[in-house]
């Protein structure tokens, strides 16, 4: 329960870059932007941000990715199921990255 609340803010932050950035989008250009620059950069920080501040969690990727599946049906079409695992992969390694600098800080 402890690791849930210490996802809480970073996920919150990843819940507004899945939700609301979309909003943005106005034409295919500006949405292959939002989807392989924007939405993965800021999933990248947040988790290397978590990853130093709580070491590594393999539950904080799966989380990530289950957070980006309402959008796929809500802002998307059928050919973007495939970032749910870039993003899930995208934390993972951020939270891995993280995880290097955080033992090196102890």
Same mark, same amino acid.
């Given at each position: 329960m402890k690791k849930l609340r210490n996802m809480i803010?970073?996920?919150?932050? $990843?819940?507004l870059d =899945?939700?609301?950035l979309p909003f943005l989008i106005r034409d295919t250009g500006?949405?292959?932007?939002? #989807?392989?620059?924007?939405?993965p950069l800021i999933c990248f920080v947040?988790?290397?941000?978590?990853? $130093?501040?709580?070491? =590594?969690?393999s539950a904080?990727?799966?989380v990530v990715a289950v957070l980006f599946i309402p959008?796929? #049906?809500?802002?998307?079409?059928?050919?973007?199921?495939v970032y749910i695992f870039g993003y899930g992969a995208i934390?993972?390694?951020?939270?891995a990255i993280g995880m290097m600098f955080s033992k090196r800080r102890k």
């Open positions: 803010p970073y996920l919150a932050v $990843i819940m =899945f939700y609301l500006s949405a292959m932007l939002m #989807l392989l620059v924007v939405v947040c988790s290397l941000v978590y990853g $130093i501040k709580n070491s =590594f969690c904080y990727a799966i959008t796929i #049906l809500i802002f998307y079409n059928s050919t973007a199921w934390a993972l390694v951020g939270n």
